[in-house]
């Protein structure tokens, strides 16, 4: 009894092993795409005010205000800024 029971395991193990080897090629294949060159993590991390957002520095919504370079992950964090500094 146990023996059938341990077949039938060795059974569904081999079933997975050549399932394996039949579709690693396939997600190799997915993996060729060219790697990214220089990541954006590596770019400067700018942190958005309004929503606490970090973004990187190329990205940001750049705006300066009263002397001040402030950056925002969009144009709508941007004008909630102006409006709230507006306000006090
Ligand atoms: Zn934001």
Known sequence: MIFRLLFAIGIVYLAYRIGKKLFLPVSQKKEEFPPRPA???????????????????GDAHKTTVNGKTLYFCSETCCETYKKRKSMH
């Open 39 to 57: 990541p954006i993590e590596s770019e400067d991390m700018v942190r958005d005010p309004v929503c606490g957002t970090y973004v990187p520095l």
